[in-house]
């Protein structure tokens, strides 16, 4: 069955260091998502991507993040100086709406400990 | 405000048990998801719904569209159903709008 994977599971960075999140959607879908999960919180949208472009975003979703589809298989999520806020599970999704449905993929995450 | 509000938040019972998660929402949603968080914190969609009732296994959900409420239910309970369940919406465009989970124990 196909299936979003994410990597690394787990990454500690130092705070102010830059971090990217990988990420390989489902092959045949045409959106992609992050979130996160601050420990104990609800899980959070980042930002949509479709088209090559972001599609919308959220207010966490500051300068210090960005995203990038580097080629056909890769999504990628930026911090460009991690803080030690930024700790957090972040997910990666895809989905395929036009197929008719919203329904979201979700990877298994990566935990992010800034330190 | 796009909300999602989901209760209870623990949720403890005897194995066998069944089990009601409840979730309400605000206006204008275009479906309703039921996820499932494990330990290891991995995500996996159970349901997405805009209408009715579906099934797999011991699972159902349901969604009454005039009173903005969704209910997930688990008959038979086991252990091996521990974990979060998590109440989401997508409110016409394409992103998921969270609730605040149901950690889930069921006890042998």
Known sequence: ?115 | KNEVEQSPQNLTAQEGEFITINCSYSVGISALHWLQQHPGGGIVSLFMLSSGKKKHGRLIATINIQEKHSSLHITASHPRDSAVYICAATFGNEKLTFGTGTRLTIIP
């Not at chain 1, 957090?88 to 999704?93: H, K, P, R, T």
Request: hydrophobic share 30%.
């Open chain 1, 1 to 115: 069955e196909p299936e979003v994977t994410q990597t690394p599971s787990h990454q500690v960075t130092q705070m102010g260091q830059e971090v990217i999140l990988r990420c390989v959607p489902i092959s045949n879908h045409l959106y992609f998502y992050w979130y996160r999960q601050i420990l104990g919180q609800k899980v959070e949208f980042l930002v949509s991507f479709y088209n090559n472009e972001i599609s919308e975003k959220s207010e966490i979703f500051d300068d210090q993040f960005s995203v990038e589809r580097p080629d056909g298989s890769n999504f990628t999520l930026k911090i460009r100086s991690t803080k030690l806020e930024d700790s957090a599970m972040y997910f990666c999704a895809s989905s395929d709406p036009h197929k008719g449905s919203t329904e979201a993929f979700f990877g298994q995450g990566t935990r992010l400990t800034v330190v």
